[in-house]
């Protein structure tokens, strides 16, 4: 453990203040899935306007089942000028770029282990963090996943901080360090540095992990508190073996559906005024 936290993690939605190297971080809040009956996957808009988060959903899942949410990563812009940013797998269809398109559509990145990662919320429980050579390497990872989701960057990686070890990935063409905390920039490392200047400054941010056992985390930091290595250290302390980090700043919201909030009121969990995405991840019901 790098730290410790203020109280034991239950199911559902928590709050909680974290200390690690002498800083207490509070206003951490916490969605932990039951990992027997609760799952994870991205609602993405693919023609409709970005809207409130309250009304975006997953797509295949009834939104009787959703019980929290949080957003997803860039939902105001990319480094690509798009509406909002990422590759998602969900309900058998694929999305890139707020758009849906076929899988021999698909654009990756130049070199492709600079892109941007993403989350794969696999059939059996398990989860992953992926980058994809080609489209059929996606189509393949595909047929594994329940979905896909887009992300920002790695935090955690088969268990350990990627800016606390030294960490390789072992799929695609020939295996890259995820991560070098002293040169982001690092060109070796799948690491994507666009808005290097946010990753070491504390700010507003938005977490997802998965435990070994199927749970899986939401999490987001508020205040403006917190660094992306604070936050691998915050991921792996939960026993996350995969965690990302989604977005920060004003655009970090969670939501939690009466019955779910332990005690607090239902609704709106986190302070701020922007409301304005085109996905959103939720836990919900199986």
Same mark, same amino acid.
């Given at each position: 453990?790098?730290?410790?936290?203020?109280?034991?993690?239950?199911?559902?939605?928590?709050?909680?203040?974290?200390?690690?190297?002498?800083?207490?971080?509070?206003?951490?809040?916490?969605?932990?899935?039951?990992?027997?009956?609760?799952?994870?996957?991205?609602?993405?808009?693919?023609?409709?306007?970005?809207?409130?988060?309250?009304?975006?959903?997953?797509?295949?899942?009834?939104?009787?089942?959703?019980?929290?949410?949080?957003?997803?990563?860039?939902?105001?812009?990319?480094?690509?000028?798009?509406?909002?940013?990422?590759?998602?797998?969900?309900?058998?269809?694929?999305?890139?770029?707020?758009?849906?398109?076929?899988? =021999?559509?698909?654009?990756?990145?130049?070199?492709?282990?600079?892109?941007?990662?993403?989350?794969?919320?696999?059939?059996?429980?398990?989860?992953?963090?992926?980058?994809?050579?080609?489209?059929?390497?996606?189509?393949?990872?595909?047929?594994?996943?329940?979905?896909?989701?887009?992300?920002?960057?790695?935090?955690?990686?088969?268990?350990?901080?990627?800016?606390?070890?030294?960490?390789?990935?072992?799929? !695609?063409?020939?295996?890259?360090?995820?991560?070098?905390?002293?040169?982001?920039?690092?060109?070796?490392?799948?690491?994507?540095?666009?808005?290097?200047?946010?990753?070491?400054?504390?700010?507003?941010?938005?977490?997802?992990?998965?435990?070994?056992?199927?749970?899986?985390?939401?999490?987001?930091?508020?205040?403006?508190?917190?660094?992306?290595?604070?936050?691998?250290?915050?991921? !792996?302390?939960? =026993?996350?073996?995969?965690?990302?980090?989604?977005?920060?700043?004003?655009?970090?919201?969670?939501?939690?559906?009466?019955?779910?909030?332990?005690?607090?009121?239902?609704?709106?969990?986190?302070? =701020?005024?922007?409301?304005?995405?085109?996905?959103?991840?939720?836990?919900?019901?199986?």
């Amino acid at each position: 453990m790098y730290g410790s936290f203020n109280k034991t993690l239950k199911k559902y939605y928590n709050k909680i203040t974290y200390t690690v190297d002498g800083t207490s971080y509070a206003d951490i809040r916490i969605f932990m899935t039951d990992k027997n009956t609760q799952s994870i996957a991205p609602g993405v808009l693919s023609s409709t306007p970005k809207t409130s988060l309250s009304l975006i959903n997953p797509n295949g899942i009834s939104s009787t089942n959703v019980v929290a949410k949080t957003n997803g990563p860039d939902s105001d812009y990319d480094e690509y000028g798009a509406l909002y940013n990422g590759t998602f797998y969900i309900d058998g269809l694929f999305y890139q770029n707020s758009q849906q398109i076929q899988i =021999g559509n698909w654009q990756n990145a130049n070199p492709w282990w600079r892109g941007r990662p993403t989350f794969c919320v696999k059939s059996d429980g398990s989860a992953a963090i992926r980058w994809y050579s080609s489209s059929s390497a996606l189509n393949t990872a595909a047929s594994y996943c329940d979905s896909i989701i887009a992300c920002c960057n790695p935090l955690v990686y088969s268990g350990l901080s990627v800016f606390e070890n030294v960490v390789t990935s072992s799929v !695609e063409n020939g295996s890259h360090r995820l991560a070098n905390w002293s040169d982001l920039d690092d060109d070796t490392c799948h690491f994507n540095s666009g808005y290097a200047g946010s990753h070491k400054s504390n700010t507003n941010r938005t977490f997802l992990g998965h435990k070994p056992d199927g749970t899986f985390f939401l999490v987001c930091v508020v205040p403006a508190t917190m660094n992306l290595r604070v936050g691998a250290k915050l991921m !792996e302390d939960l =026993g996350c073996d995969y965690a990302v980090n989604m977005d920060g700043s004003g655009q970090v919201q969670m939501r939690v559906a009466s019955g779910y909030t332990n005690g607090a009121t239902a609704g709106r969990m986190t302070a =701020g005024t922007y409301d304005y995405y085109g996905h959103v991840i939720a836990a919900y019901n199986k």
